[in-house]
Nanobody
């Protein structure tokens, strides 16, 4: 089983930036997507961004503001979040295949 350990998150004002990191504790395949989901209170968990060797996907709501990147040698995925909005407030979860991180809170104040 792969454990995913997340770093980053916190409180930021609207328009600000945050960077999330997620490290896998065991070697993982670059062929599978690794990325980020988020869940706001009262809402379903949704894909934010994910990336593999063959493709990268973004939610429409974050395109142009968020960038997902991956260190394949280090089994790490990053999420650079710029121009943050209050509606980006959620718990962000790292994902790889069927594995999930513990979640990290991102709060954007208006």
């Amino acid at each position: 089983q792969v454990h995913l350990v997340e770093f980053g998150g916190g409180l930021v004002q609207a328009g600000g930036s945050l960077r999330l990191s997620c490290a896998a504790t065991a070697p993982i395949s670059s062929q599978y997507a690794m990325g980020w989901y988020r869940q706001a209170p009262g809402k379903q968990r949704e894909l934010v961004a994910s990336t593999s060797r063959s493709r990268t996907d973004y939610a429409e709501s974050v395109k142009g503001r968020f960038t997902v990147s991956r260190d394949y040698a280090g089994n790490i995925v990053y999420l650079q979040m710029n121009s943050l909005k209050p509606e980006d407030t959620a718990v962000y979860y790292c994902n790889y295949n069927l594995n999930w991180g513990q979640g990290t809170q991102v709060t954007v104040s208006s």
